[in-house]
């Protein structure tokens, strides 16, 4: 069965940084797309970063501040997180995709609140 647990989440304030980790089990998973969601109060789900093999993908908002990477010897995801600002406060998800596949696979997730 395959798991997906963020941790690394919490409070801070707007400038700062977190570091969010995503530690998957059930599998090796060197061979798949690990993304990393959030969901603000009010708004839907919004793509945050993903990596696989080869690349690396930013949302927009994101740009210049986080950081995607991954560990695959650890099964684990990475989402650094600088420069922190009020507007990042969500639900950040991290979730699993075959290569070429939908994200079938999601963490529980871990709050990020950022304070003015």
């Known amino acids: 069965q395959v798991q997906l647990v963020e941790s690394g989440g919490g409070l801070v304030q707007a400038g700062g940084s977190l570091r969010l980790s995503c530690a998957a089990s059930g599998g090796t998973f060197s061979r798949y797309r690990m993304g990393w969601f959030r969901q603000a109060p009010g708004k839907e789900r919004a793509f945050v970063a993903a990596?696989?093999?080869?690349?690396?993908y930013y949302a927009d908002f994101v740009k210049g501040r986080f950081t995607i990477s991954r560990d695959n010897a650890k099964n684990t995801v990475y989402l650094q997180m600088n420069s922190l600002k009020p507007e990042d406060t969500a639900v950040y998800y991290c979730?699993?995709?075959?290569?070429?596949?939908?994200?079938?696979?999601w963490g529980q997730g871990t709050q990020v609140t950022v304070s003015s």
């Open positions: 990596i696989n093999s080869n690349n690396i």
């Open positions: 979730a699993l995709a075959p290569s070429g596949g939908q994200y079938d696979y």
